[in-house]
């Protein structure tokens, strides 16, 4: 039968099966495919909480979903088109979330009596017409992948960890994809395993093939490049932006790099990917903990570096003590927060929106530090590079959140050139020579004090976490000192309302009957439901916070100018109350605490419920 090619606007598919399937490697490569082609995208990928869960469990399954179209894509959709199911539990895990009518791709090897067992699955969802509600495409794709490679003399749990090519090369012809990126990404990878290279190449076309010359399926689908602005662009996931955000700001302020930090969850991806620039003035340093982290950040920023520092929840509690010397040195220090479920261990691979509270006053005395937060993973590169500029010129920590959402997740980026980029203005003190008295407390109109560098001639000064004396910095224990040194660095702090931006409404009217205030990674959601509220009549506008601490100047007055506003968040209301008891306003929130971000849907009913 000839094939015919259908026109599709937009996709989602949901790649999904064991952890040592690969659905994370063969969802990034069909991303990838997608990026080059032209197509926006959002991803989210959904990995297991056990590191080492059962294979063939409900606990091991480990998902990719992408939603790639040649329209405007803001999240990575409520529910797929397709869903890719290794095996029966990656099926159970993942129906639910599949349209009606959607299309399952099902591995048939992956619903043997053992994989049934261990899905904790009665009868074979492929034959008891349980599925009648979907198309159904069942290969055997563990078969024709050890039939393609039966001469190559791999054995067959090498040959095994193949088939996720072969799933890739379906859909690749599937949907009118080139091979062309996966080969070279492939050839790049395996360029010293010459053996294993072959291996992927074969099944990535032996997938491409069936598709081409069976009558599994008759029609193939065209998703054409979409909208956007003329420009370079590149697919990047979060903590990558994040890491080249900081790579620019070493650029912009002629300052080195020091990254101390200690791996964990989803953090570690940061480290990783800057460990790759040694040549751009980054140094790396594992500690052996996360207090020593920081604290090797501290004296590196006392030292006359860019030096930050990252965790998660659990981390960051950690470093609340050290975070605090910091704001008594008032040291320049950036701290990266990408929060994950909690409390304690929590969930280490899930999303959440919860520190908030802590990344405010989760140390001890008043430590006030200003906070900044991403949206979006392309976002991570300009609140970084922000959270940078605002260090270095209040001198002063700076709490920079992201979270596992956006960290993991991926999205075209329209990269900028350096010339686009903003100047971090960088002052140190200068050698007195002999002249007057070294001040290192006295402030500039910033209220900013002075960055002497260790070393330099007539800068000598003390240092240390007990209470400085205005100007002289010298040890204080008198009680209106320290009342007016508090005030002095949250004054600092507030200063910083200067140099940010004014709130702006993403999308709708400056005011009207309902605003929905978001921060951090809710944007996508909210931007999408609101757009699908206003299209229905809805009298409702967007605004999402970046600048968390302080907040934009204007954030008061443009709340007030709403009848309602809804706060919709991935904790139990923690911005909810900041701007209850800021602004005295009565919001509505809409919270969420299940390790996954919110739909889009389940924020449009709750604006159609708030409008009623």
């Not at 920023?301 to 930050?308: Q, S």
């Not at 900013?448 to 010298?474: F, V």
């Not at 934009?552 to 209301?573: H, Q, R, W, Y």
Request: hydrophobic residues 40%; contains cysteine; glycine residues 10%.
């Amino acid at each position: 039968m000839e094939n015919t090619t259908e026109v599709l606007e937009q996709v989602i598919i949901k790649f999904a099966g064991d952890s040592g399937d690969g659905m994370q490697l063969t969802g990034t490569q069909f991303t990838t495919t997608a990026a080059l082609l032209g197509n926006d995208l959002s991803t989210f990928p959904d990995f297991p909480a056990e590191i080492r869960a059962p294979i063939g469990t409900l606990a091991g399954v480990s998902g990719y979903q992408l939603h790639f179209g040649s329209v405007n894509i803001y999240t990575p959709g409520d529910t797929c088109d397709v869903l890719v199911a290794m095996n029966a539990a990656a099926l159970k895990a993942n129906i639910k979330g599949l349209k009606k009518g959607g299309t399952i791709i099902a591995n048939i090897d992956g619903f043997d009596p053992k994989n049934l067992r261990l899905a904790n699955v009665a009868v074979n969802p492929l034959d008891d017409n349980s599925l009648d509600g979907f198309r159904l495409i069942k290969i055997d794709v563990t078969k024709l992948t050890r039939a393609a490679l039966s001469e190559s003399g791999m054995g067959t749990k090498e040959i095994d960890r193949s088939k996720n090519m072969f799933v890739l090369g379906f859909l690749y012809w599937m949907y009118s994809r080139s091979l062309d990126a996966s080969i070279k990404f492939l050839t790049e990878k395996f360029s010293k395993k010459p053996e294993i290279l072959d291996a992927n190449i074969r099944i990535l076309k032996a997938g491409y093939a069936y598709g081409d010359t069976t009558e599994t399926i008759i029609t193939r689908y065209h998703i054409g490049a979409a909208p956007m602005k003329p420009g370079t662009y590149r697919s990047i996931m979060g903590n990558q932006a994040t890491a080249l955000g900081l790579i620019a700001a070493t650029q912009q302020s002629g300052l080195p790099m020091f990254y101390g930090t200690y791996p964990i969850t989803p953090a570690s991806d940061i480290l990783h990917e800057l460990a790759k620039y040694k040549n751009m003035n980054v140094r790396t340093f594992q500690a052996e903990d996360e207090i020593a982290a920081i604290c090797a950040t501290i004296g590196a920023a006392f030292g006359g570096a860019l030096a930050v520092t990252a965790s998660s929840g659990p981390g960051i509690a950690l470093k609340g003590e050290a975070m605090g010397l910091g704001v008594m040195l008032e040291m320049p220090l950036v701290i990266i927060n990408v929060q994950r479920g909690g409390p304690s261990t929590g969930l280490p691979t899930k999303t959440e929106q919860s520190d908030l509270l802590q990344a405010l006053h989760g140390r001890n005395g008043e430590a006030p530090m200003p906070i900044v937060a991403a949206c979006t993973p392309s976002d991570c590169f300009t609140m970084v590079l922000e959270a940078c500029r605002i260090a270095i010129e209040y001198m002063t920590p700076v709490m920079f959140l992201s979270d596992g959402y956006i960290a993991n997740g991926a999205e075209p980026w329209r990269f900028p050139t350096q010339a686009d980029l903003p100047k971090i203005k960088v002052d140190f003190a200068k050698d007195k020579n002999g002249g007057e008295k070294y001040l290192p407390y006295k402030r500039d109109d910033k209220l900013s004090r002075p960055w002497a560098i260790p070393g330099t001639p007539g800068l000598e000064h003390r240092i240390g976490g007990l209470e400085k004396q205005h100007e002289t910095g010298n040890i204080s224990y008198e009680s209106d000192n320290h009342e007016f040194m508090v005030r002095m660095r949250e004054a600092k702090v507030n200063k910083v309302a200067d140099s940010i931006p004014l709130q702006n409404i993403d999308n709708g009217n400056e005011s009207g009957k309902l605003l929905v205030l978001g921060w951090g990674s809710t944007y996508g959601a909210i931007k999408s439901a609101v757009i699908a509220a206003r299209a229905q009549g809805l009298d409702v506008s967007h605004a999402h916070v970046r600048y968390m601490k302080p907040f934009p100047k204007n954030l008061g007055s443009l709340v007030a100018g709403f009848d309602k506003v809804l706060i919709p968040e991935m904790n139990t209301g923690q911005l909810l109350g900041i701007i209850r008891n800021e602004f005295m306003i009565p919001a509505i929130g809409l919270n969420k605490i299940k390790g996954n971000p919110f739909s889009a849907t389940e924020i449009l009913n709750k604006i159609v419920e708030v409008s009623a």
